[in-house]
């Protein structure tokens, strides 16, 4: 059936419980099938696989994708294969389900890559896998407890857009029309077309594959793999001598970091994210590493880990340079640009508090909808009982002050409050942003160790950010009819089915599962190469070393150099006034500080690969928009979202494989 809702009349004047009525009258569907056996397993193994193409993701750009209309269009297709098959074909609230479980998989990936990370790189120390999933599972629990509370205002009575998630309903209403569903199959084919490319790609090129399939099954006495360096020809040209070694401040740009590679899952996530992004992404990666570190070099400022550049011996590399100089005014632009883009936005404060004030008269007498939303009073004591448990956590296992651990529960709720809010109004998560109201708070009233900024900033932000995102998720159920309770059971199995799946991942794909200490080399450099830069854990770390450099005393002042502090200046500024220009000609200003901030942190070539992706659906868009219904329309822009989908599943799903190998095999 075509989706119904309310009027912005009815929306602006009706009561809740007339809301509530209508809903359960019009839109409700008890009686279809929703949280079946398969579509509970069929969400937990997508969930599995999406989360695990989000921690590669992750670990490579600090983003966390949304799974939520590719887990529709892959259970779509998958159960229409079945049908044909003989299989009862899934019901539109079954998809439903299986993508609320998938996505809620997917958001498990966020603080692995973030505060977690940033956390055993300060103590230099490996948590146990099972504490890291424990913990992780309790703070989503406590998101979905947090959200379903506030369901009942931003979704039941006020009747938010939460852009994406109307985004997942749409499509999923018209996938289930007979005329949208050869529209469905056809992107459907598309994600599978790139996914196998992108696999078959990073297959050949996987060194531990073909060692695998050359030396020990054939018995070559060697093996090739396809070499994903764009520019290894020309080197070729300069070790024969036809070609002069390319130097900036007398170093090898090599050593700067610049050397583009193949990547389909960093050009599948530049198509997701646009040409400005990328543009600016680009921008600050160039500024970096062509133009500042090379003066900085020059200058001395930077000097080389080994060797000397007199002698042509230097040694430098990005994380080097990084770590020792750039990271500090990568991380300003990025933390300023948020902030401001937060703080500019004072309707998303008055909206966030304005529900907690309001009239007798609009509080309903009579709850229509009790029997299927999730009881509030499992809420009330939840929230208490578990947050209890999360303080317990935070002293025993990270040291965080009882007083402190349990200043963030409070905390938690007016984040939740603020990030739903603009989750609700613009489908953005200012999880980023969040995160350094509890890092600067929490870290100025206890500097001695990092675990009070990096560790309640986990348990406040991310239970923040889970909630606000599990409200996007919960929007399509609500445009369909859904039954609340069995949303709320979903997300569940998604948060463990995501724990279980990535955590090991982790610990694996990273090398955490043979750290050890003795070997001289510390959490970071084992997690962190030139393929995986974590650049949101740097972030989060970045601030925590911030914070203790500001009130750790006097001695941790002498972390930032004369220019350090100088370049911080100089790039918040930058940061503040572009921002400004940003908001102030409504996101037509062409740059993006906080981007431009990310592209110092992140790998020069994942930098480019992702502009070379924006760059190509950009052309696609502008050269077939104007020709709607063709075959390349309905392929170049109707299946963008999942072409770019499938090229990141493939080449993540691919790789991480090709790591497996080497651990498990090879080893």
Avoid at 365 to 378: A, G, M, Q, S
Avoid at 586 to 610: E, H
């Amino acid at each position: 059936m075509a989706l119904q809702q309310l009027t912005p009349e009815q929306v602006r004047t009706w009561t809740r419980e007339q809301k509530d009525r209508w809903w359960f009258t019009h839109v409700y569907r008890g009686d279809m099938a929703q949280l079946t056996l398969r579509s509970a397993l069929t969400g937990f193994m997508l969930g599995g696989l999406l989360s695990a193409t989000n921690l590669y993701v992750g670990a490579k750009t600090g983003w966390t994708l949304g799974v939520g209309l590719t887990s529709v269009i892959l259970a779509f297709a998958l159960y229409r294969v079945f049908a044909r098959l003989g299989a009862r074909d899934m019901t539109i609230l079954e998809n439903n389900c299986t993508q609320s479980i998938a996505t809620a998989a997917g958001y498990m990936t966020m603080p692995l890559t973030s505060g977690i990370a940033a956390y055993m790189w300060a103590t230099n120390q490996v948590l146990p896998v099972w504490q890291i999933i424990v913990f992780n599972v309790l703070l989503s629990i406590l998101g979905v407890l947090v959200a379903f509370p506030m369901k009942r205002r931003f979704i039941n009575d006020e009747q938010h857009p939460f852009p994406e998630g109307r985004a997942c309903g749409v499509v999923l209403d018209a996938l289930y029309h007979s005329a949208e569903a050869a529209k469905g199959m056809l992107q459907a084919k598309a994600l599978a077309a790139a996914a196998a490319i992108a696999g078959f790609t990073s297959f050949i090129a996987g060194e531990s594959y073909m060692r695998l399939i050359q030396e020990k099954w054939l018995g070559f006495a060697s093996s090739w793999h396809l070499p994903v360096k764009l520019d290894g020809w020309y080197y070729w040209l300069v070790e024969k001598g036809y070609a002069p070694l390319p130097k900036l401040a007398g170093v090898d740009i090599r050593q700067l970091a610049l050397s583009p590679g193949l990547d389909f899952a960093m050009i599948g996530a530049g198509g997701l994210m646009g040409i400005r992004v990328a543009s600016s992404l680009l921008l600050g990666a160039l500024l970096n590493f062509v133009v500042v570190a090379p003066i900085m070099i020059s200058l001395g400022e930077i000097q080389p880990r080994e060797g000397s550049i007199e002698a042509g011996t230097a040694l430098f590399g990005r994380t080097y340079i990084l770590n020792n100089w750039a990271l500090w005014y990568g991380i300003t632009m990025m933390v300023v640009a948020s902030l401001v883009a937060l703080f500019a936005r004072p309707e998303v404060f008055v909206e966030a508090f304005r529900g907690l004030r309001r009239r007798k008269a609009d509080v309903e007498r009579d709850d229509v909808l009790r029997d299927i939303e999730l009881p509030l009073k499992i809420s009330w004591i939840g929230v208490p009982v578990i947050g209890a448990i999360g303080v317990w956590m935070l002293h025993s296992w990270f040291g965080v002050n009882w007083v402190l651990g349990a200043a963030a529960i409070p905390m938690i709720l007016v984040l939740a409050l603020i990030a739903a809010s603009s989750t609700a109004l613009t489908g953005i998560t200012p999880s980023g942003s969040l995160s350094k109201i509890p890092q600067f708070t929490f870290g100025a009233l206890d500097a001695r160790t990092p675990a009070p900024n990096l560790m309640t900033a986990v348990m406040s932000s991310e239970v923040a950010s889970n909630a606000s995102n599990l409200l996007m998720d919960i929007k399509p159920g609500y445009m369909l009819g859904a039954k609340p309770r069995q949303q709320a059971i979903g997300h569940v199995i998604g948060i463990f089915a995501g724990a279980l799946a990535a955590t090991p991942l982790l610990f694996v794909l990273f090398g955490l599962n043979n750290f050890d200490p003795a070997a001289g080399k510390s959490v970071a450099d084992t997690m962190v190469s030139e393929k995986f830069a974590f650049p949101a854990a740097l972030q989060w770390k970045g601030v925590s070393d911030l914070v203790t450099a500001i009130f750790g005393g006097p001695e941790a002042g002498k972390l930032l150099t004369t220019s350090i502090v100088w370049s911080i200046a100089i790039a918040g500024f930058a940061a503040f006034v572009m921002e400004v220009l940003r908001i102030r000609t409504q996101n037509r200003f062409p740059l993006s500080p906080l981007a431009i901030g990310l592209g110092v942190v992140l790998p020069p070539d994942s930098s480019f690969m992702m502009f070379c992706g924006a760059a190509f659906f950009w052309y696609a868009g502008r050269r077939f928009r104007s020709q709607p219904g063709t075959r390349a329309h309905s392929i170049w822009i109707d299946s963008q979202e999942p072409i770019c989908a499938g090229l990141i599943a493939g080449a993540a799903l691919v790789g991480i494989g090709d790591i497996l190998v080497k651990v498990f095999v090879l080893s």
